[in-house]
Structures are given as C-alpha cells and as structure tokens.
C-alpha cells in the first residue's frame, strides 16, 4: 500500500516492465499520467488501469517538447523510465540512444523545472560503474562508461546534478541493477536475461550464457525498485536529495546460479525442463564482468529495505510467467 496520497505523478515510460509497475502500485491513492510513445513498452502492461479514472495516457514521445511541457501540467512528482536500454542496442545504435535518453532526459528536466514540479526522480544506472573493478559498488566511486548506453546514463546523472545547483530543482536518480519480475519482455533482440531464459525454458529450448557463466550481477526484484521509487518521493532530508542511489538487493549472483536457480524453480510446474541442456557463447561486447551494490547509503538516507531476495523474487517471477504462457 503506498504512503503517497492525492498527488499527480507522471511516470514516463509507464507503458514499459518498471513503468507499468510504478503505474499500478500509485494508481489507486493518486493521479497517474503515463507517457509513453510505444517503443519499447506495451498496451497490455496498462491494459488494466486504461478505464481507471486515475489513469491518463499520453501516447508521445520524450523527445517532442511539447509532449514533455503538456506531460508535466500541475504535477508533483515525476518518475522518469523513459529510456532506450540495452547495452547491445546502444552499440549497434548510438545515435538514437543517445537521442532518447540525452536529448529526451534533458527535455523532460526542462519541462518538469518550468512546471515547478516538486520532485523530479529518474532511473539511473549500474552501467554507470563501467570499469571501475572495486566491489561492492558505492555510488561515489566509477570508472569509465563502457557502452554509449552507459554514457548517456551517467551524462543524465551530470544534467540532474546541473539542474539541482542551477535552477533548484529537486532531483533524485536510481541506479538499477538488473532489475526483473512481472512485466517484464521475455521477446526481442534485446531482451533481458532473465525473461528470455525463462522463455527459453518453457520451449524447452536451450538458453545461451554469455562466455563461462562465472560472470556475476546483482539482481533485483521489482518491488525493491518500487520501494526505492517511493521512498525517493517522500523523503525531505536535504542530505538525501539531489543525489544518487544504488538500487538493489545488496546480493551477487552469477549467470551459473541464476540459470541453475530458475531450472529448479520452473522445473516444479513442468519436470522436463529438468532436462535442458544449458549452451556456453562468447562474451558480450560492453559487457561488466561482476556487479554488486552497496545499498547502506539508501538503508541510511531513505530507510530502503528490501524485502525480495533474489531467489524470492525470482521465485515469484517463474509463477508469473508460468500462469501467462
């Protein structure tokens, strides 16, 4: 249940996995406006709140001003998802990347300052961290961006920071570290781990780990992210704004486990994923060896305290997609 009440939020995005949950859990307490231009997101993941008389859409674009400045009217807080993600994508396309989520997280910093929105908070990165090699990451230790991806994300982080000290804009920014759960496209060129192999799974197809699977992350459930969302917009400490947060569960996991982890867990509703084979590949270009967050600066600042582990979250994941195939 949130703590938010009676306030108008726009959530970019909000058609996407992290949007469509955002949508969903302030949706019944407040005024929801869901911009999204359909890119990457999905009718079906807002299907339910369409009717809601909470629920507006705004089928746009953040890269159209004028779409940005009518998004934000009287609004409160934003939730900035709007992004192309995609480390392979960013490489194969630089351009409109860094187009959407430069030029577009740089319209929608200069719509929310001009609507005098309270709170402006976007989904930051663990890309950010490149080929800084410390563990666990702390927010104020990176290295070098290894991706255009990766780059236009940290460039978000700088324009936040920028707008902070400039216009007095109240900014806060979410690193994400592999996020996953219900929502979530398991299709496409450029789908996540996660809902691809799970996918893979149910077709009793092999999945494909990239190199020898030793390669590690920290992955985070959706309702951690949604705490950290909402625990962002209510904070007043002004030592906890306008700064940057990991956002994670504070656990590493390699490729070998997760895929080990969600054979066992899918293999409770059909036995004969027990018997597939799972494939080593190649390495992936841009790709960060090992990820794991420290998240004691949220735990101080915010109050975070995550509830999913990875094993429960995913564990909740295979159920859902289970009861969807």
Same mark, same amino acid.
């Not at 990766?150 to 920014?173: M, Q, R, S």
């Not at 909402?230 to 947060?245: D, F, H, R, S």
């Given at each position: 249940?949130?703590?938010?009440?009676?306030?108008?939020?726009?959530?970019?995005?909000?058609?996407?996995?992290?949007?469509?949950?955002?949508?969903?859990?302030?949706?019944?307490?407040?005024?929801?406006?869901?911009?999204?231009?359909?890119?990457?997101?999905?009718?079906?993941?807002?299907?339910?709140?369409?009717?809601?008389?909470?629920?507006?859409?705004?089928?746009?674009?953040?890269?159209?001003?004028?779409?940005?400045?009518?998004?934000?009217?009287?609004?409160?807080?934003?939730?900035?998802?709007?992004?192309?993600?995609?480390?392979?994508?960013?490489?194969?396309?630089?351009?409109?990347?860094?187009?959407?989520?430069?030029?577009?997280?740089?319209?929608?910093?200069?719509?929310?300052?001009?609507?005098?929105?309270?709170?402006?908070?976007?989904?930051?990165?663990?890309?950010?961290?490149?080929? =800084? !090699?410390?563990?666990? @990451? &702390?927010? $104020? #230790?990176?290295?070098?961006?290894?991706?255009?991806?990766?780059?236009?994300?940290?460039?978000?982080?700088?324009?936040?920071?920028?707008?902070?000290?400039?216009?007095?804009?109240?900014?806060?920014?979410?690193?994400?570290?592999?996020?996953?759960?219900?929502?979530?496209?398991?299709?496409?060129?450029?789908?996540?781990?996660?809902?691809?192999?799970?996918?893979?799974?149910?077709?009793?197809?092999?999945?494909?780990?990239?190199?020898?699977?030793?390669?590690?992350?920290?992955?985070?459930?959706?309702?951690?992210?949604?705490?950290?969302?909402?625990?962002?917009?209510?904070?007043?400490?002004?030592?906890?704004?306008?700064?940057?947060?990991?956002?994670?569960?504070?656990?590493?996991?390699?490729?070998?486990?997760?895929?080990?982890?969600?054979?066992?867990?899918? =293999? !409770?509703?059909?036995? @004969? &994923?027990? $018997? #597939?084979?799972?494939?080593?590949?190649?390495?992936?270009?841009?790709?960060?060896?090992?990820?794991?967050?420290?998240?004691?600066?949220?735990?101080?600042?915010?109050?975070?305290?995550?509830?999913?582990?990875?094993?429960?979250?995913?564990?909740?994941?295979?159920?859902?997609?289970?009861?969807?195939?």
């Amino acid at each position: 249940m949130s703590e938010i009440k009676n306030k108008r939020i726009l959530i970019t995005g909000g058609a996407g996995f992290i949007g469509s949950n955002l949508c969903g859990y302030f949706l019944n307490d407040n005024q929801i406006i869901c911009l999204d231009n359909f890119s990457t997101g999905f009718h079906h993941n807002i299907h339910n709140f369409i009717s809601h008389p909470n629920f507006k859409l705004i089928n746009g674009d953040i890269r159209d001003n004028e779409i940005c400045k009518l998004a934000v009217e009287n609004v409160d807080y934003v939730l900035h998802q709007a992004a192309l993600g995609s480390v392979p994508r960013s490489i194969n396309d630089p351009i409109t990347t860094n187009d959407v989520n430069v030029s577009g997280f740089l319209n929608m910093l200069v719509a929310a300052r001009d609507a005098k929105v309270k709170r402006f908070i976007y989904a930051a990165s663990s890309s950010t961290y490149g080929d =800084s !090699e410390t563990l666990p @990451k &702390i927010e $104020d #230790v990176i290295g070098k961006p290894l991706s255009p991806y990766a780059v236009t994300k940290y460039v978000n982080e700088l324009y936040a920071d920028v707008f902070a000290k400039t216009y007095g804009i109240e900014t806060i920014g979410l690193r994400y570290f592999n996020v996953f759960g219900r929502n979530q496209d398991p299709n496409g060129a450029y789908a996540a781990v996660i809902p691809k192999f799970v996918a893979q799974f149910l077709a009793y197809e092999s999945p494909v780990i990239n190199g020898t699977g030793d390669f590690s992350r920290d992955f985070t459930y959706i309702d951690n992210v949604i705490q950290m969302n909402e625990l962002a917009m209510i904070v007043e400490k002004p030592e906890a704004i306008n700064t940057v947060y990991n956002t994670a569960f504070g656990e590493r996991t390699t490729l070998n486990q997760l895929v080990n982890t969600l054979k066992e867990f899918l =293999s !409770e509703f059909d036995d @004969k &994923i027990k $018997d #597939v084979a799972i494939i080593n590949g190649p390495n992936r270009v841009g790709d960060i060896p090992h990820s794991l967050a420290s998240i004691e600066k949220a735990k101080q600042l915010l109050g975070y305290k995550p509830q999913f582990s990875m094993r429960d979250g995913l564990k909740e994941t295979v159920k859902w997609y289970w009861e969807r195939r």
